[in-house]
């Protein structure tokens, strides 16, 4: 299936909240090697139609092409595809409405690595993460639909946390700096000594994450 017929099944499921508001789908490059997923769109994004065009879209923009990359290269999306009111964070409900699609999204997308911004797309792939402790590691998560596939994804600080200090805008712009070699390390299969090191985990801590992260740097 293409994206454009996803967008359209979304656009006429008249059994998902939030409908008051526009769809905000996604955009960028369906052929991608990086997808960016934050948690849902904002007045600015609402208006525009179009993922990450506030401020704090701005700063995720510029980042990207700090690396030399440009922004049609990559895909940027939500969880939730439209925006909650007073811009409060997604509910439980709504994001679980709106994660078949997200899956189907992924899917045809097909990135090599998911950069899921802020906690709550974090933990969608990885339920047990802790934004702060885990943001800048890359995570294996081992799928089992239809045959196992491995996705690889790297959780970052949510550009709107970034904004609020200068601490945690250090840590985004240093996570985001990792993004280029973590690609080529996906892209070449090769995490040699990192693997290593994840096996050093505390063993109560490795319990912890065992189940659904496979950190691998
Ligand atoms: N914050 C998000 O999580 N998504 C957007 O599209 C804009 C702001």
Not at 47 to 54: I, L, N
Not at 60 to 66: D, P
Not at 72 to 92: A, G, H, L, M
Not at 202 to 216: R, S
Request: glycine content about 6%; overall charge positive.
């Amino acid at each position: 299936m293409k994206l454009e017929k996803l967008e359209l099944q979304i656009a006429e499921d008249k059994g998902l909240p939030l409908l008051e508001s526009n769809l905000v789908f996604g955009e960028g490059n369906p052929d991608c090697d990086v997808l960016f997923i934050g948690e849902a769109p904002g007045l600015n994004e609402d208006r525009e139609k179009r993922p990450f065009v506030g401020r704090a879209g701005q700063l995720l923009r510029k980042c990207i092409r700090e690396l030399g990359w440009r922004e049609s290269d990559v895909y940027i999306t939500n969880i939730v595809k439209r925006r909650p009111p007073e811009n409060r964070d997604p509910n439980e409900e709504e994001i679980e409405k709106y994660k078949p699609y997200l899956a189907r999204q992924i899917e045809i997308i097909n990135p090599k690595i998911i950069v899921p911004l802020g906690r709550f797309s974090m933990n969608y792939f990885l339920p047990l993460a802790k934004i702060t402790r885990d943001q800048g590691k890359l995570f294996r998560v081992e799928k089992h639909a239809g045959g196992r596939v491995s996705i690889y994804i790297l959780p970052m600080l949510h550009p709107a946390a970034a904004l609020r200090g200068n601490e945690a805008m250090k840590m985004f712009k240093d996570t985001f700096l990792k993004l280029p070699a973590a690609l080529e390390k996906v892209k070449s299969g090769d995490f040699g000594e990192t693997k290593e090191e994840s096996n050093k985990e505390p063993a109560e801590k490795k319990k912890k994450i065992e189940d659904v992260q496979n950190k691998l740097f």
